[in-house]
């Protein structure tokens, strides 16, 4: 089952009054969207963005939810296509959904075996085993270094680079074991699983997220009305030192005030239904 993160945090902060309009940038599977329309009515719409067809597709026809499906990182496009107008509140809602993990079978999760693609976006050419299989190993170094933050990155890429002239890497088993080799034998047996970092870094790398990342904040800032909302919603530092940073700016320039001096995190109680939510780091700034 889907269980929002955050999700009392971000309709207290995002605060939808009757007839408000906001965007819900990572619609995925509506949680979100669905607690925001439950307090913007009669009139208020909710524009949602995903950048993978298959969550659009799977949405029921929800009234007042404009479904869209393309990439954050065109938001001004898509608010002037839809002709979605004074924005009270903007939504990201940062990586990838429960159903990417557990139903996509597109090699999210190291704990199943599935090929490896790793795309939110199945148009997208690149997938996680042409990252493998056809990258430099200094290439693959560093984006486990830049995106998975990963101290055995050399390790991990030479044993990469020794494996596929054996043969081709194309499931998530096989990378595993190739975990398994390059990352000393004390480090597998950690608090955080010793594949997270490498599939972080893949996946970041595959969707390119912090680039489009970058490039959608500041125009969520032109789309907002005066004292908009944007919320963010991040998982791992890389996403979470991108906002903390550009609030930081733009609240010098005087374009947003910032809300949350630190981050929002869920509480006990969250983290027990939905452990998942453990990572979650909520920021949240107003537009001046
Ligand atoms: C954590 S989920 C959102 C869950 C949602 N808030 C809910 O309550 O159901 C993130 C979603 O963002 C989408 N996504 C990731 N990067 C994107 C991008 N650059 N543009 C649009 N959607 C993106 C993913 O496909 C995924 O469905």
Same mark, same amino acid.
């Given at each position: 089952?889907?269980?929002?993160?955050?999700?009392?945090?971000?309709?207290?902060?995002?605060?939808?009054?009757?007839?408000?309009?906001? $965007?819900?940038?990572?619609? %995925? =599977?509506?949680?979100? *969207?669905?607690? @925001?329309?439950?307090?913007?009515?009669?009139?208020? /719409? #909710?524009?949602?963005?995903?950048?993978?067809?298959?969550?659009?597709?799977?949405?029921?026809?929800?009234?007042?939810?404009?479904?869209?499906?393309?990439?954050?990182?065109?938001?001004?496009?898509?608010?002037?296509?839809?002709?979605?107008?004074?924005?009270?509140?903007?939504?990201?809602?940062?990586?990838?959904?429960?159903?990417?993990?557990?139903?996509?079978?597109?090699?999210?999760?190291?704990?199943?075996?599935?090929?490896?693609?790793?795309?939110?976006?199945?148009?997208?050419?690149?997938?996680?085993?042409?990252?493998?299989?056809?990258?430099?190993?200094?290439?693959?170094?560093? $984006?486990?270094?830049?995106? %998975? =933050?990963?101290?055995? *990155?050399?390790? @991990?890429?030479?044993?990469?680079?020794?494996?596929? /002239? #054996?043969?081709?890497?194309?499931?998530?088993?096989?990378?595993?074991?190739?975990?398994?080799?390059?990352?000393?034998?004390?480090?597998?047996?950690?608090?955080?699983?010793?594949?997270?970092?490498?599939?972080?870094?893949?996946?970041?790398?595959?969707?390119?997220?912090?680039?489009?990342?970058?490039?959608?904040?500041?125009?969520?800032?032109?789309?907002?009305?005066?004292?908009?909302?944007?919320?963010?919603?991040?998982?791992?530092?890389?996403?979470?030192?991108?906002?903390?940073?550009?609030?930081?700016?733009?609240?010098?320039?005087?374009?947003?005030?910032?809300?949350?001096?630190?981050?929002?995190?869920?509480?006990?109680?969250?983290?027990?239904?939905?452990?998942?939510?453990?990572?979650?780091?909520?920021?949240?700034?107003?537009?001046?």
């Amino acid at each position: 089952m889907h269980i929002p993160v955050l999700q009392k945090e971000v309709v207290e902060y995002l605060g939808p009054k009757p007839n408000e309009n906001f $965007i819900d940038c990572t619609v %995925g =599977e509506a949680g979100h *969207s669905l607690a @925001i329309l439950e307090h913007n009515g009669p009139k208020g /719409k #909710v524009l949602g963005i995903d950048r993978d067809k298959n969550q659009i597709l799977k949405l029921k026809k929800i009234e007042r939810l404009i479904l869209v499906n393309d990439n954050f990182s065109n938001l001004k496009e898509i608010v002037k296509k839809e002709k979605f107008n004074s924005v009270s509140g903007i939504l990201f809602d940062l990586g990838m959904a429960s159903s990417h993990l557990e139903e996509s079978g597109r090699g999210f999760s190291f704990l199943k075996k599935e090929p490896l693609d790793m795309r939110y976006d199945l148009e997208n050419p690149l997938t996680a085993e042409k990252i493998l299989n056809y990258w430099s190993e200094l290439d693959i170094e560093k $984006i486990l270094e830049e995106f %998975g =933050e990963e101290k055995f *990155s050399s390790q @991990i890429a030479r044993e990469i680079i020794k494996q596929r /002239k #054996v043969r081709p890497i194309s499931n998530t088993v096989q990378l595993i074991d190739i975990l398994k080799t390059a990352i000393p034998y004390k480090y597998q047996h950690q608090r955080i699983h010793f594949a997270t970092r490498t599939f972080q870094a893949l996946r970041i790398a595959v969707n390119e997220e912090l680039n489009y990342l970058k490039q959608a904040l500041p125009q969520a800032i032109e789309v907002l009305n005066k004292e908009g909302k944007l919320a963010i919603i991040s998982f791992h530092s890389l996403e979470d030192r991108i906002v903390k940073n550009f609030f930081k700016e733009k609240s010098l320039t005087g374009e947003l005030k910032i809300l949350t001096k630190k981050p929002i995190g869920p509480g006990e109680q969250e983290i027990k239904i939905n452990p998942r939510s453990r990572s979650g780091k909520l920021r949240v700034a107003t537009k001046q």
